[in-house]
Every structure is written in C-alpha cells, then in structure tokens.
C-alpha cells in the first residue's frame, strides 16, 4: 500500500490519474499533475515522512481559493498481514465550501487503493471517470495550468 501512495513519475490510477513529484524531504513541496505535466491539481509541502507507515503533507487544490490544510496518510500492518489505512484530512477554514466534496473524494479514493492493491487494476467505474475526466481536460478551470501554478 505504501508503494502505491508514494509512488513517483507514474500515474497513480486510483488518486484520479494524477502523477507525484516530491522528494519525500520535510519542507520540500509536493504536488500532483495531471499525467501529461500540463495541470497541476494539488500543490503544498512535506510535513512528515516516516517509512512506511506515515506520510503528512499540506494541501491546497488549485482550482479553489482555499487556505491550506493538512492531509495524513497512516498505515499500520496487521496480524492478518493486511494493512489499514487511516487518511486524515483537517485544517479546514469554517467558511469551507469544498470539505465535503474532499470527503466523498478521498473515499472513493481509498476505495479505489484497496481494489488497486487486491486486484492490480481499478474498477470499471474508475476507469470510465478517468476517461472521461481527460477528455474534458482542456475546460478546467485556467488556474490548474501548471504554468499558472
């Protein structure tokens, strides 16, 4: 599971096709792109990085104007051998317009993580999301534009 969180210069199919660029060093800044480099989704920096079990970085998504906030990965293995992952995402303004949008994201997120890692593949449903996500690629908004990042 951790692998597939923190893998660089690939997509990660089920974080919505994005790629990750970062060092993994605290302070140093983190972001995910689009698979093509031309948008840039989310930006911010390494708070914590404890292999394999934690990883904590700032978030802010460049499509909305929302201050920054905090987003925790924690892994813990289990007896069973499987692994549980907590994902805490916090920090949020109280005049937040999109926590709950993030909300039903990352569950869909982490489902998607789990099928990825029991199967290698993710689910149809995801599959046609992404698809048609690209093909729309060219109406987000301008200031995902890497170049406007």
Same mark, same amino acid.
């Given at each position: 599971m951790w692998a597939e969180i923190t893998k660089l210069g690939s997509m990660q199919r089920p974080l919505l096709n994005t790629v990750l660029e970062?060092?993994?060093?605290?302070?140093?800044?983190?972001? +995910?792109?689009? %698979?093509?480099?031309?948008? *840039?989704?989310?930006?911010?920096?390494?708070?914590?990085? #404890?292999?394999?079990?934690? &990883?904590?970085?700032?978030?802010?998504?460049?499509? +909305?104007?929302? %201050?920054?906030?905090?987003? *925790?990965?924690?892994?813990?293995?289990?007896?069973?051998? #499987?692994?549980?992952?907590? &994902?805490?995402?916090?920090?949020?303004?109280?005049?937040?317009?999109?926590?709950?949008?993030?909300?039903?994201t990352w569950a869909g997120i982490l489902a998607d993580l789990k099928h990825q890692v029991e199967t290698g593949d993710v689910a149809m449903k995801t599959k046609l999301s992404h698809a048609f996500m690209s093909a729309f690629m060219f109406a987000m908004p301008a200031k995902t534009k890497t170049e406007n990042v």
């Open positions: 970062t060092t993994f060093e605290p302070c140093s800044p983190i972001r +995910y792109t689009s %698979p093509d480099g031309k948008r *840039t989704f989310v930006i911010g920096k390494i708070v914590e990085v #404890n292999e394999p079990t934690l &990883l904590s970085h700032t978030y802010v998504m460049t499509m +909305y104007d929302e %201050p920054p906030t905090l987003v *925790t990965w924690s892994l813990e293995e289990l007896e069973s051998g #499987n692994v549980m992952v907590t &994902l805490k995402h916090e920090g949020w303004a109280e005049a937040s317009t999109v926590m709950d949008k993030h909300g039903k």
